[in-house]
Every structure is written in structure tokens, then in C-alpha cells.
């Protein structure tokens, strides 16, 4: 398996414009998270799924932000309107029976 | 509040140097996991520790779980630069395994 992917690995967007975050899981795992890192709030859960079922989604900022996961292969995180607050390295991980794999993050830069 | 405490948050330290670091909460976990992130990657994980009091190595990586089950320590013997990297601890919780990081370690190791 090549690991969890996530694209792009890079994104540089205006304030007020849609983003669209993708990752695909480890084939096989059960539980999905977005996590979003920066220097001062360091690794935040933002959301997770079971069975592509969404479980606790208290770690998203607010409204603007929403994820879907449509099959147990792919999963999208959504900021609209963006704003330059949002900037940070996102990631994507999955697991089965508690071990995460993490995916290679998307760095969103809002200008 | 945090549910994981780590500390130090920073540290720089010459090659060869020993070092520990530590994960601290009020809470009690099944299970307790260490990470380290490399710079432009994802968190790996290192080791899951389960049983108080469980030490478990991993070459010059010793990991300690407390006997309450409520902190972990990490002690590298002869760090070398290649050690240098954010070390995060994070726990499983919830019924459907919501995974939580803790604040994090920044380790440097010169040469």
C-alpha cells in the first residue's frame, strides 16, 4: 500500500476563496482523521470518522470549515470562505486498531 | 486546557547527550503512544505502551509507562542528530478511538 495520500501537498489561496483538502486512506482502516498543526496550537484534531461515519467533529473552527467522507476510500476537509487564520500544514491520517498512519500533510497558505 | 502535558517544549542538545522527556495528564489511559515527526512529514509512530509501569525499548529509545497509567516518559541514551525531531505522545479515547496529541517535544541534537 502506498500510505495515506494527500493533495496537494501545497496550496497558496486568497482570503474569501473555496479550498479543498483530499486524502485517501490506507485501504483496509476503519478511522480517519484531519488534524491541522501549526507552531502556536500545535496538533489539532479537527475531526474523525468510523466506518465513514463522522464521530466527533467538536474540533472544527467553525462553519466554514466541513468534511465529508463520501466511501471508505476518500475523504474531503472544505474551508469556505477561507481566511489568512486558516494557514497551517493539515493532515490526513488513518487507522486500524489504534496505530495512525499519517499522510505527507497539505501546507495552506491564505493570503 | 490540554489533556497531555509534554516538557520541556524545547530542546537543544550536543550529539551524544542523554535526554529525557515526559507526557503528563490528570486523566487514566488504556494505552499511551509516542510519535516523532521528521520536518515536511507526518507524525510516525514509535511505540504503543499499555500495562503501568510497562518499559519498553527501542534501541537507544527507552519508554516508560506510569505506573497510574496518567504519564509516559521518553529517555534517549548517545542522541545523535539524527534523533532531532518533534516527539509527540497521544492517547486513544472515547469509544470509537478519537486520537489526541499531546503538545509536543522539539528536540535538536548538534553535532
Known amino acids: 500500500d502506498a500510505g495515506v495520500i494527500q493533495s496537494p501537498r501545497h496550496e497558496v489561496t486568497e482570503m474569501g476563496q473555496e479550498v479543498t483538502l483530499r486524502c485517501k486512506p490506507i485501504s483496509g482502516h476503519n478511522s480517519l482523521f484531519w488534524y491541522r498543526q501549526t507552531m502556536m496550537r500545535g496538533l489539532e484534531l479537527l475531526i474523525y470518522f468510523n466506518n465513514n461515519v463522522p464521530i466527533d467533529d467538536s474540533g472544527m473552527p467553525e462553519d466554514r470549515f466541513s468534511a465529508k467522507m463520501p466511501n471508505a476510500s476518500f475523504s474531503t476537509l472544505k474551508i469556505q470562505p477561507s481566511e489568512p487564520r486558516d494557514s497551517a500544514v493539515y493532515f490526513c491520517?488513518?487507522?486500524?486498531?489504534?496505530?495512525?498512519?499519517f499522510g505527507q500533510g497539505t501546507r495552506l497558505t491564505v493570503v | 486546557t490540554q489533556l497531555l502535558e509534554q516538557s520541556p517544549q524545547f530542546l537543544s542538545i550536543q550529539e551524544g547527550e542523554n535526554l529525557t522527556v515526559y507526557c503528563n495528564s490528570s486523566s487514566v489511559f488504556s494505552s499511551l503512544q509516542w510519535y516523532r515527526q521528521e520536518p515536511g512529514e507526518g507524525p510516525v509512530l514509535l511505540v504503543t505502551?499499555?500495562?503501568?509501569?510497562e518499559v519498553k525499548k527501542l534501541k537507544r529509545l527507552t519508554f516508560q509507562f506510569g505506573d497510574a497509567r496518567k504519564d509516559s516518559s521518553l529517555h534517549i541514551t548517545a542522541a545523535q542528530p539524527g534523533d532531532t525531531g518533534l516527539y509527540l505522545c497521544?492517547?486513544?479515547?472515547?469509544?470509537?478511538?478519537?486520537?489526541?496529541f499531546g503538545t509536543g517535544t522539539r528536540l535538536q541534537v548538534t553535532l
Open positions: 505502551v499499555v500495562t503501568g509501569g
Open positions: 491520517a488513518s487507522s486500524w486498531f489504534g496505530e495512525a498512519f
Open positions: 497521544a492517547v486513544s479515547t472515547g469509544t470509537a478511538s478519537k486520537l489526541t
